[in-house]
């Protein structure tokens, strides 16, 4: 029993490691395509909320409430280019260079829930 319990632990740790705060996801798109950032969630695992935040202010860009599935989009900058699915993924639609950078989803279901992809806009 011990064995196990330890065992347990030393595995929760270890995907901690592998799932910490710090791992960055690489993803690069053409100028004009259309990308999606997968918030991690899955549609059985309901969040009550989960954010974006973008760039070196990480200022919310756009944020579901899954309870009643309202959508917000508060950064001008995106002004209709971004789509929420049921899960809390993020799709740019058509993208531009200065798109590029740190994008960030939390949730409120769990505080470990914290994906960064660091999104490159390559120009034709
Ligand atoms: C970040 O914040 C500064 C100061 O509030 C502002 O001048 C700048 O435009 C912001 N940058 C972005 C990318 O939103
Ligand atoms: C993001 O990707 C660009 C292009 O590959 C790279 O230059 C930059 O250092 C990366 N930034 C971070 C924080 O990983």
Known sequence: MFVMITFFFLFSWSLAGVFGVDEVKSVSVTEGESVTLNSGETETQTADLIM??????????????????????PNERFRDRLKLDQTGSLTVTNTRTTDSGLYTVRSTRSVTLRNTFNLTIYGE
Do not use: M, T, Y
């Not at 974006?52 to 989009?73: C, D, P, T, V």
């Open 52 to 73: 974006w935040s973008f760039g070196q202010n990480n200022s919310l860009i756009a944020k579901i409430n899954r309870q009643n599935n309202k959508r917000e989009f």
